[in-house]
């Protein structure tokens, strides 16, 4: 049972003092993820908090995502933006 | 402790009469300050128009996580409402932090004042921003520190502030109403847990609060900036310059929403409106109300090197940074001699710009003079307050109000440069009509040259270029360009307004 960082990370470090089993740590390696969750220490802040701590406060919509690649923050839950919206900003971002 | 709040209005008689430099009819936003606390606002580069020729302030980015969610940030890139770079951006460990400051300050003795602003919140990061300030505190005295927060861990922070050498506090304050928070903050993480809308609102605006009395009690220096969001919070800000002055901000800075959609910002991609420089201005004269202090908040990048202005920051990057020897106390005494010299500069200033005003033979010239309008004047300036940048080369242009004898500074109009020197020139008539829109309301514009063909589209839009005055003090070429107007009887006032500037 553990979390996983993937690709949209931004790196904030927001997550890494959070986590009460010192799971999380900064991979500086180039096309990784920019934080890592160790799967052998994270218990999804099982017996410690009530809601796993990195996905309670990482602004990144999709960043964190559970055993089965589900999104802990989907997409629109946390800055409200309208979904097609979100898309046009994706296909404009592709473009650059 | 009360700390006065800096108004328009008369300070209150009997206040033990007003220091000398302050007495005058000239507007000086730092006359109704005590002195100690004067003392401590007039030569910081982000308080005083005057100092802030001289002085510098750097910025280093220690504060990488946040504890909120404002809608005009989007974390993965600069922001350009709260002065922090983006997480992209060159991100340090404490202890390069402190090198990086030491090198500037040895390189650059007008570097007084060191700030961390980001790029996340400083407070939610005790640890990495109070490591910095320890150290710094320790190894350089003669650096004043500053930190701005949007407030939430303020409270818990105060006692640990309060030992360091801290200069003021900047907090984030655009609400006091929960409900226009829930449009400005979708969520706050409070307690282990992320709290959203207007619950989430309401505890961050009491932490904000909490934080700002505590602060001020103490006795440090708090100063509120509050980002003006039209049709959010633009009325409301009034009611929370009130407040925040109420408890003892000395200093309350309105700044425009900055929104665009490439930006990756909520209210960027919604389409959210910024205010115009007039509606800006309107507000921040009910708000700020103060005269010539603050206006020239350029919301400068976070990691920003130099004076005000210019950007020395592809100096100090970290690999050259590894490579200086910083001997700090000879550094420290090197800037002591500077600083010494600068303050006797601005000395003398203040004193010959009070001398007339002692002077009782003085010709009452109210009546000599015809009146005239007041005009709006911009100018392109790279800093040290003289004409010294080309047109097209400005990223921004500082407007001044004058009248017959006042004139005040009114803040920066950020824009695009007219010429990259490459080939984005191609794209100079849209930024050119940009440029213009951003100065609405100028009348004048000064720079140390000028080309031709912008020189056609000013005069057209009604802003008359003018680049006889280049390398002159500002101060002094608007004056010279008001008074050859005026001579030239261009400045005659319709009689209501006659009448009205008369009163
Ligand atoms: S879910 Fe909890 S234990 Fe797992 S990485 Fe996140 S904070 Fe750590
Ligand atoms: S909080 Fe989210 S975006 Fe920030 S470092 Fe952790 S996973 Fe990455
Ligand atoms: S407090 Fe600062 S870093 Fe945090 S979301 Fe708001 S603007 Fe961004």
Redesign the interface.
């Given at each position: 049972m553990s979390l996983e960082i993937v690709d949209s990370c931004?790196?904030?470090?927001?997550c890494?003092?959070l986590c009460p089993n010192k799971a999380i740590s900064a991979v500086m390696q180039p096309g990784e993820p920019l934080f890592f969750i160790n799967p052998d220490k994270c218990t999804e802040c099982l017996g410690d908090?009530?809601?796993p701590?990195c996905a309670?406060?990482c602004?990144?919509e999709g960043a964190i995502v559970d055993e089965y690649g589900e999104a802990l923050n989907p997409l629109g839950s946390?800055?409200?933006?309208p979904l097609h919206?979100?898309e046009q900003?994706r296909e404009?971002e592709c473009r650059q | 402790m009360e700390l006065p709040v800096i108004s328009n209005a008369a300070p209150p008689s009997g206040g033990g009469g007003c220091s000398e430099s302050g007495c005058g009819t000239e507007p000086d936003a730092l006359s109704h300050l005590p002195d100690h606390i004067r003392s401590k606002v007039q030569d910081h580069p982000c308080y005083s128009e005057e100092a802030h020729h001289y002085f510098a302030r750097m910025h280093v980015a220690v504060a990488?996580?946040?504890?909120i969610?404002c809608?005009y940030c989007n974390?993965?890139y600069d922001c350009s409402n709260e002065s922090r770079p983006g997480?992209?951006s060159e991100l340090m460990t404490p202890d390069q932090a402190v090198k990086k400051t030491l090198a500037v300050a040895a390189a650059i003795p007008q570097m007084t004042v060191l700030g961390i602003a980001g790029?996340?919140d400083p407070l939610?990061?005790p640890?990495r921003t109070f490591e910095t300030f320890r150290q710094l505190s320790e190894q350089a005295p003669d650096i004043k520190l500053c930190v701005s927060t949007n407030g939430l861990s303020l409270p818990d922070c105060v006692d640990e502030l309060a030992k360091h050498n801290i200069d003021h506090v900047t907090i984030t304050i655009n609400c006091v109403d929960p409900e226009i928070g829930a449009k400005i903050y979708?969520?706050i993480?409070w307690e282990?847990?992320?709290i959203r809308g207007v619950e989430g609102a309401k505890i961050l605006i009491e932490q904000q609060q909490k934080g700002l009395e505590m602060l001020t009690s103490r006795g440090i220096l708090v100063k509120v900036n509050s980002v003006m969001i039209p049709g959010v919070n633009d009325q409301h800000l009034k009611e929370v310059s009130k407040i925040v002055k109420a408890k003892g901000a000395f200093l309350h800075n309105v700044m425009p929403l900055i929104a665009e959609?490439?930006h990756?910002t909520?209210y960027g991609?919604?389409g959210q409106p910024e205010p115009t420089p007039l509606e800006l201005q309107a507000l921040q004269d009910d708000c700020s109300g103060d005269m010539s202090m603050m206006r020239h908040c350029r919301q400068c990048r976070a990691d920003a090197v130099g004076l005000l202005g210019e950007d020395r920051g592809d100096e100090f990057t970290l690999d050259k940074i590894d490579e200086m020897e910083v001997d700090y106390a000879t550094a420290m005494v090197e800037r002591a001699k500077v600083h010494e010299a600068i303050t006797t500069e601005l000395e003398m200033k203040r004193a010959l710009k009070a001398a007339p005003k002692f002077n009782p033979d003085a010709p009452l010239e109210d009546e000599a003079v015809p009146a005239t309008r007041n005009i709006r004047i911009a100018i392109a300036t790279k800093g040290g307050g003289v004409i010294n940048e080309h047109f097209g080369h400005a990223h921004e242009f500082l407007v001044y109000e004058i009248g017959p004898k006042e004139h005040r500074f009114l803040g920066h109009r950020k824009c695009t440069p007219y010429c990259m020197g490459d080939e984005s020139c191609g794209d100079g008539e849209t930024v050119l009509g940009g440029i213009i829109r951003s100065l609405e309301g100028v009348e004048v514009l000064l720079a140390s040259k000028i080309g031709f063909e912008p020189w056609a589209d000013l005069e057209k839009a009604g802003i008359q270029p003018n680049g006889e005055h280049a390398m002159e003090p500002i101060e002094d070429a608007i004056r010279a360009v008001y008074d050859e107007m005026a001579a030239a009887g261009k400045l005659a006032l319709p009689r209501a307004d006659s009448a009205a500037q008369a009163a």
């Open positions: 931004v790196g904030c470090f927001a890494e003092p908090h009530d809601l701590q309670e406060i602004p990144i946390l800055t409200g933006i919206l979100l900003m404009a | 990488p996580a946040c504890n969610q809608n974390r993965k997480v992209v790029p996340g939610a990061n640890e979708p969520w993480f282990n847990k992320r959609a490439e990756g909520y991609i919604m």
